[in-house]
């Protein structure tokens, strides 16, 4: 089955007792058991349970993977990734990174013994520089938040492969609509799927992918063990939000390539930052391996901090907000929002300056975010 049909059919038969044809919520703890000899395949739902199986079937078929594993938010997911290095074991991270990875990176983890250094993954000489005998995951963002950099995923594979690293990807950007890391050879996909998974801004969750059976295995110990599983309502609000995610991701991206192109062109506008045009410096790859270029445009306004805050406060239909990749258009001030957490000195290093702005393009009728905007500038 193709993309679309996954989305609806995937892990989503209609229900065996009674023929429902969307997967019930199954709002319960525990499951009675026939028989001390014999346990079913459900015990208890931290564990397991119908609703969830669905969504984790589900966003492993969209990803190509075998399997998946839901999680309660997008840093939950990331966690239960990291749980599978040790004390002593050394992961590299790309220099660019979302705030909140970045702070379990330098906040608990390292505390815990693990070794981090973020390296440079456009250039695969130095990438392969980063490499040390402990070296046991490389961890990804591409396209990057909020500077929508491209790494070369596939080369960033094979040569994460040579060191025998486990690669992870965050795909939560692009959604498997519009990337599939692990046919580009990572080893497994995290996403946060409060976003375009989801695409409704009415939960908070996560999923990892995978088709190596190990790291599964370990993984899902972990899920079980730790907890931090989605509420079955999460689990069915997401697999509702995958029904559309082919739909709307086409829209949300007419509506940025719209949005860009006449972006570029304003006098108030210093520099955009969209893969979807020819002036990306990774336009070229972007094509190579996405198949879309998603819906998340920064820009550099002409002047500062107060420009920037004039520029927010003065949308309307653009929301000041945290969080992307639902149906509504929203805007996030990356230094005091999305990477608050970095060090000014940090922020700097990665670009993210007092006239950068983030935008999360909605599917809203084009001509009234181009206004919205028009008239906040």
């Known amino acids: 089955m193709r993309f679309e049909t996954l989305a609806i059919r995937a892990g989503q038969d209609p229900d065996k007792e009674t023929g429902a044809v969307i997967v019930p919520i199954y709002q319960t703890s525990t499951f009675f058991q026939k028989s001390l000899d014999k346990f079913g395949q459900y015990e208890y739902s931290r564990s397991g349970n119908p609703t969830r199986t669905a969504l984790e079937t589900a966003i492993a078929s969209l990803e190509g993977g075998k399997y998946g594993l839901a999680y309660a938010s997008g840093s939950a997911a990331t966690v239960g990734v990291l749980q599978l290095l040790n004390a002593g074991d050394h992961i590299i991270a790309g220099q660019d990174l979302y ?91 995290v996403h946060s799927t409060t976003k375009y998974i989801a695409g409704h801004s009415d939960i908070i969750g996560g999923a990892v992918v995978t088709s190596n059976e190990e790291a599964y295995k370990a993984m899902k110990f972990y899920q079980n063990a730790g907890g931090a599983v989605p509420g079955v309502l999460d689990c069915w609000l997401t697999l509702r939000g995958l029904k559309t995610l082919a739909i709307r991701m086409k829209e949300h991206e007419a509506n940025s390539i719209y949005l860009a192109k006449w972006l570029e062109t304003h006098p108030k506008i210093k520099k955009v930052f969209y893969p979807g045009l020819e002036s990306h410096e990774n336009h070229a790859l972007a094509k190579k391996q996405q198949t879309g270029f998603g819906a998340v445009i920064s820009i550099l306004l002409d002047g500062g901090y107060d420009e920037a805050k004039k520029f927010c406060e003065k949308l309307k239909i653009f929301m000041l907000a945290e969080s992307l990749g639902g149906v509504e258009s929203l805007v996030c001030y990356p230094v005091k929002m999305s990477h608050a957490v970095l060090s000014e000195e940090d922020r700097r290093k990665q670009g993210i300056t007092a006239n950068l702005v983030r935008l999360s393009v909605g599917i809203e009728n084009k001509e009234d975010l181009r206004e919205d905007i028009e008239q906040a500038l």
């Open 99 to 189: 705030g909140g990875t970045f702070r379990l990176l330098e906040s608990v983890y390292k505390k815990q013994g693990i070794e981090v250094s973020y390296a440079n993954t456009y250039d695969i000489g130095e990438f392969k520089k980063s490499f040390r005998k402990n070296t046991k995951m490389v961890w990804l963002e591409s396209p990057t938040n909020p500077l929508l950099k491209i790494s070369d995923i596939a080369k960033i594979a094979e040569v994460s492969k040579s060191h025998k690293a486990l690669f992870v990807v965050d795909n939560t950007f692009l959604s498997p609509f519009f990337q599939k890391p692990l046919s580009l050879g990572a080893d497994i996909i």
